[in-house]
């Protein structure tokens, strides 16, 4: 073995060791000096002491304080003091590294005592006494003691120590306290670049960007160039604020000063690139990349992911990433979930769980979380829901997550269920369980939840939460309390571009097209900008209440005042705009001109246009166009079939139905709810399996005739194919009057009915109900499954037009 000289040894150590004791110069070359030297582990340690001690080495100074340091460094501090104890003649070097041992393992207690014992036994401070201490009060967060350390260091003469008042700094911006640091860091009268990323980095960890950059500026004002750690702290905000122009000015700066090199670099560059959703200049970035780490897949993957439109590419990048032998990590495989979720293909999302299990990140809840959140958005909330009853470390996130995806899946009961079963385990709802349970309660349409969740809103104290708020105002419209909705909407300080939406497509549904229209306009002349959901609710509000040309109007601003891009569902609106207002060949021809081919909403909006207009020969184009798509859905050949019926074209009619029969195209059938004393009422047409049919049926009969008696005329034009006095018996038995009947018997006098319909309300219900509400003396509130109608006096809200 190499003999080695004391030049081996840390400098502080030798040079205090000879200044305190002679050590024989054959002590630095022993076997065990060397041995001690080579140790990697406290195992070798254990097995080299017992050398020590029988070579009679052990109270040697220079062994004694090399024991203290591996000790301290193996994070054995029982056995560093065991050594330091008993040492008569203690020299300075044993208690700087007792000291850092105590600060290196976070032991605030013991570095301190450490530091106060070293006063007094008159061993004299040095500025990396003060360092450590001040590095486990950051990491501690201990800000109290950190002062106290920060008065010592000034009182023993270190304020103008660039090293240690970079540590006061660092302490200050880790608290929290990062304008402290910079008061700390104005009075500095000299600062290298280690202490400008510090006092930027402080700034940026906690938000400040807008403070950061500006000292970054600053700093290159003062002719300091930033190096790979200024690069990498400032690009992650740059892309948190989503500031395009500030990020590629970084990039160019990395280009003239070759940081472009470093993986840690480039990769931060691909990273805000997809934050700012500069998809194409990420990709360009990555693509020079030489020797990409996970990380730098994980950020183009995500990006694509997180984008929504690049699914597809990040799924094609998951597939390279795997070919070329890179192991997925957590955060690979959420983002490629993501992915899948926005793609809706389960085939690969099962792949990936596959994946998963391979990796053994099964009992992860972050990725388990991710997995139930892909299940559910595929539509198979029964996979998710297995995966959350065998997660034993649940966390908010994955009961959220749950929660989320029973509402998505219009699985409400099982919604709430775990809403309360979440609470009843103590678990806090966050802002994010209670947007998720909040339209889960929207599509039941019932005021009394709404009420109570609202109760829970404030008394977790989330009524100032904007996006809380916001689901809140959606739900009492979606309730049929639109004017409540208003009164919340008007109460919120600050409202969200998705707060103006909601309002807006809640005065639309419920046919108050001009309130809808007059928030619109209010909402231009503020500070916050419509996005295309807004011009979409604003557009089908203008359709709701037959406001044509403001739609138009609204149209045209989409994409000339706004540059957004029509979406097909903007196509869907105007065609449903055009031709609900009966102009049908206008509608047609907005087709015919479409940029894009015209998708199922388009000529399905166009179908139940023709309907209401009957209009046979546009309605088979539409319809013919649509059937070519091979739509699941049965409403549009019952549409056709409803057109040919109207026109008496039976052999037509027949045809339509032949062609369900043979396709297995089942029509859905009607359907209308009653929410009474905590449980819902289903009613189907002819129905009489509730336990009050006969009741119903025959207060319907009388209630029928009294309306009758009012001027109410059944309206037969929608029954063929059956004889004439079977027509008026067809109507009596519909399901929205079956659910008025029931309402009506076991409610008080004078209460608000709520029926919720699932298809269109058909015009002999919709006739009757005006009557009803009349000579009853009720309002009664309906919601199909387009929109709201108020009846009240005889008057419906729509208008007659819906």
Known sequence: MQAMSSQTLPVSITHTISERTYIPSHIYTHPCAISLELCTSLKQLHQIIPLIIKNGLYNETLFQTKLISLFTKFNSLDEAARVFEPIEHKIDAMYHTMLKGYASSLVLNGAVSMFCRMNLDGVKCVVYNFTNLLRVCSDLRDVKRGREIHGLLIVNGFGGDLFAMTGVMNLYAKCGLVFEGFKVFERMPVRDLVCWNSMVGGFLKEGFVREGLELVREMFREGLRGDQVTVVSVLPCVGGIGDVKIGRGVHGFVLRSGLEEFVNVSTSLVDMYCKCRWLESARLVFDGIKGKSVVTWNSMIDGYAQSGEGAEEAWSLFQEMLSQGVKPTGVTIMAVLVSCAVLGDL??????????????????????????????????????????????????????????????NGYV????????????????????????????????????????????????????????????????????????????????????????????????????????????????????????????????????????????????????????????????????????????K??????????????????????????????????????????????????????????????????????????MVNKGIQKTPGCSLVNLKNEVHTFYSGSVRHPQSKRIYSFLETLLDDIKAAGYVPDTSSIHDVEDDVHEQLLKTHSEKLAIAFGLLNSKPGTTIHIRKNLRVCTDCHNATKYISLVTRREIIVRDMHRFHHFKDGICSCGDYW
């Not at 999302?349 to 299990?357: L, N, T």
């Open 586 to 659: 206008e509608a047609w021809d907005f087709i015919q001109n479409m940029p894009v081919e015209p998708g199922m909403n388009v000529l399905g909006a166009m179908l139940g246009a023709c309907k209401i207009h009957k209009n046979v020969d546009l309605g088979e184009l539409a319809a013919n166009k649509l059937f070519a798509m091979n739509p699941e859905e049965g409403g549009y050949h019952v549409l056709l079939a409803n057109i040919y019926s109207n026109a008496a074209m039976w052999d037509k009619v027949a045809e339509v139905r032949n062609a």
């Open 413 to 584: 009961a099982e919604a709430l269920d775990h809403f309360c079963k979440m609470k009843l385990q103590n678990l806090k709802p966050d802002s994010f369980t209670l947007v998720s349970v909040i339209p889960a309660l929207a599509e039941l349409s019932v005021i009394r939840q709404a009420k109570w969740i609202h109760g829970v809103v404030i008394r977790g104290c989330f009524d100032k939460n904007v996006f809380v708020m916001t689901a809140l105002v959606d739900v009492y419209a979606k309730c049929g309390a639109v004017h409540t909705s208003r009164k919340l909407f008007d109460m919120m300080d600050y409202k969200h571009v998705t707060t103006w939406n909601v309002m807006i497509d809640g005065y639309g549904t419920h046919g108050y097209g001009k309130a809808a229209i007059d928030l619109f306009r209010q909402m231009l002349g503020g500070d916050v900008k419509p996005n295309s959901i807004t011009f979409l609710c604003i557009i089908s509000a203008c359709s709701h209440s037959g406001f044509v040309e403001e739609g138009k109007q609204f149209f045209t601003m989409l994409k000339k005042d706004f540059a957004l891009e029509p979406s097909m569902d903007h196509y869907g609106a105007m065609v449903d705009l055009l031709g609900r207002s009966g102009g049908l």
């Open 347 to 408: 085939e690969r999302g099962k792949f990936v769980h596959r994946i998963v299990d391979q990796l053994g990140l099964g009992n992860d809840v972050s990725i388990v979380n991710s997995l139930i959140a892909m299940y559910c958005k595929c539509k198979r909330a029964d996979i998710a829901a297995g995966l959350f009853k065998n997660l034993q470390s649940k966390t908010i996130v994955t009961w959220n997550a749950m929660i989320l995806g029973y509402a998505q």
